[in-house]
């Protein structure tokens, strides 16, 4: 089935700068980009800020017209009440924000999140017109013990139950033993995964949303690394970690076809 998904490119900045590094940076990217004449065609480009960043975000992005989507590193399964610390996607929306990472690999390990808790998040999502960009991802022990593809489709079919997938998705496939580490997969086992993903979307939702659902690679992406993936049929962009904090390196990522020829 012939079908164009436009590349995405998502910084996830994680613990990192405060709302006016987070002005400074997001003007920075947007001014480099157009200097660039980027197409936001060849790839949408999103930041992932702390929650204390977004409202600035929200505003610089609003009165300049930015060409930067931007979304929350995670929300509330609750919509409001009695849970001190945790951020409603009703917020989220109100904010503007057009997307929201769950699952993240960091918030199963030291967060304790269980695939129920990430199934619930992207219904909490969903509720308040938001996408999520799904983490799914197998530790070194897990590759061993199931091989290469196992964890990540358990864990989409376990957080995709009940779930609307009309209603936007992105998934993103983080191998927890290469954030961070230097040590990317490579872009055959990127594809093996993505492939076995889109095959369980197909199953879950019907082909035609299988083929326009957008699968990114996590996992230390770099600017001399991020064609090889892209060249793959099935990684249709990159969760980028640590190299998001970086402007020229992060701008770089972006126009991957430009820079290195995809």
């Given at each position: 089935m012939a079908v164009t998904r436009t590349p995405f490119i998502a910084g996830n900045w994680k613990m990192n700068l405060d709302h006016l590094q987070a002005i400074a940076f997001v003007q920075k990217l947007a001014w480099n980009l157009a200097d660039a004449k980027h197409d936001a065609a060849d790839a949408e480009v999103a930041v992932f800020p702390p929650f204390t960043d977004l409202r600035s975000v929200q505003t610089l992005v609003a009165a300049d017209d930015l060409a930067v989507k931007y979304g929350a590193q995670d929300l509330s399964a609750k919509d409001s009440?009695?849970?001190?610390?945790?951020?409603?996607?009703?917020?989220?929306?109100?904010?503007?924000?057009?997307?929201?990472?769950?699952?993240?690999?960091?918030?199963?390990?030291?967060?304790?999140?269980?695939?129920?808790?990430?199934?619930?998040?992207?219904?909490?999502?969903?509720r308040h017109g938001l996408v999520p960009v799904l983490c799914v991802g197998e530790t070194a022990e897990d590759l061993e013990q199931h091989g290469?593809?196992?964890?990540?489709?358990?864990?989409?079919?376990?957080?995709?139950?009940?779930?609307?997938?009309?209603?936007?998705?992105?998934?993103?496939?983080?191998?927890?033993?290469?954030?961070?580490?230097?040590?990317?997969?490579?872009?055959?086992?990127?594809?093996?995964?993505?492939?076995?993903?889109?095959?369980?979307?197909?199953?879950?939702?019907?082909?035609?949303?299988?083929?326009?659902?957008?699968?990114?690679?996590?996992?230390?992406?770099?600017?001399?690394?991020?064609?090889?993936?892209?060249?793959?049929?099935?990684v249709d962009g990159a969760l980028v970690g640590g190299a998001s904090l970086d402007l020229d390196e992060f701008s770089s990522i972006v126009r991957f076809k430009k820079h290195v020829g995809a």
């Open positions: 009440g009695a849970y001190t610390g945790e951020v409603s996607g009703a917020f989220l929306a109100k904010l503007d924000c057009a997307y929201v990472i769950i699952g993240h690999s960091e918030r199963r390990t030291m967060h304790a999140e269980t695939d129920e808790v990430v199934g619930a998040k992207v219904q909490a999502a969903h290469a593809s196992a964890v990540p489709v358990a864990q989409l079919r376990a957080a995709l139950e009940g779930v609307d997938v009309s209603k936007g998705l992105v998934v993103a496939y983080e191998p927890v033993w290469a954030i961070g580490s230097g040590q990317a997969a490579t872009p055959e086992q990127a594809q093996q995964v993505a492939a076995a993903l889109r095959a369980v979307l197909a199953e879950i939702a019907g082909d035609e949303l299988a083929a326009a659902t957008r699968i990114l690679y996590g996992g230390s992406v770099k600017a001399a690394n991020i064609a090889a993936f892209m060249r793959e049929p099935d």
